[in-house]
């Protein structure tokens, strides 16, 4: 009877083992992965976002920075960490277009918990203040008769700016000279020190517009901005080209759905936090909130529509 007891009781304790450790989560500090370089627009907002969830879940959250391959070295992170919450990682919009561009060693669609999507970029292109080219029927117009030399930094190949500039190119029949960088700050660097003509990025461009030193051609969202009200979208302009890319939290596969929710829960408050709304605000982002299962299903149709536009753009890996 006695052994009886004693197998009910562990058996009992088993069962109840992996709610005790949900509810123990966390206990010690959290790494979020940055794809990018530190001083960006997206490393500002994802240490707002870091400090507002580590108050709601107990423990910090640190910003751990890691740049380059267009922003995919999150996603490679998360493939050799444990799935136990304590390693999180923005995973922007080239996971869901690299692996039809190139190899790439993770599979974007099972080697990732897609925990909640929190905000999208504005994306626009820009020139210097003294440039010659004050509009994009002037940058069409110049590229038309020299293909191939106007050139433009982008955030690296596959993002979101680089592909937004590869389409609009493909509309207007232009032929342009993509420079790809590691992220926001070498890209503003280049245009600013007339490396490139011009530069397609987040909002990182703000403070050099508002300031004069850069000119802002046109952005790439559904509608224009509130705060650069006159300058048009390339999609009103004709060119079909729209982009916004949302991003919030990930994390790797295999995940206990308890943590998952405890993470959710507290990166979903940072929504209500004015610090963190005010970082959307400096950069022009807005809120995008998607759940744990609306951001894994949006990640499916994302995967299959990344597709499409990369064998329209002519851009698919061979083989």
Known sequence: MTSRRQALIAAGTALL?????????PTRPIRYICPWPAGGSTDVVMRAIGESAGKALGQQVIIENKPGAGGSLGAVELLSARPDGYTLAQLPQSVFRLPHMQKVPFN????FTWIACLTGYTFGIVVRADSNITSIADLVAWARTRPGEFTYGSTGTGTSPHLAVEEFAQRAGIQLNHIPFKGNAENMQAVLGGHVMAASDATGWAPHVESGRLRLLAT????RTRRWPQVPTLDELGFKTVSDSPFGVCGPKGMDPAIVKTIHDAFRKTLDD???LASFERYDQTVIYKNTADYTRFAQETFEAERATIERLGLARKG
């Open 17 to 25: 083992a992996p709610t005790v450790r949900s509810q123990a989560f």
């Open 274 to 276: 004015p610090a963190v």
């Open 220 to 223: 790439y969202g559904g509608q």
């Open 108 to 111: 974007t669609l099972t080697d």
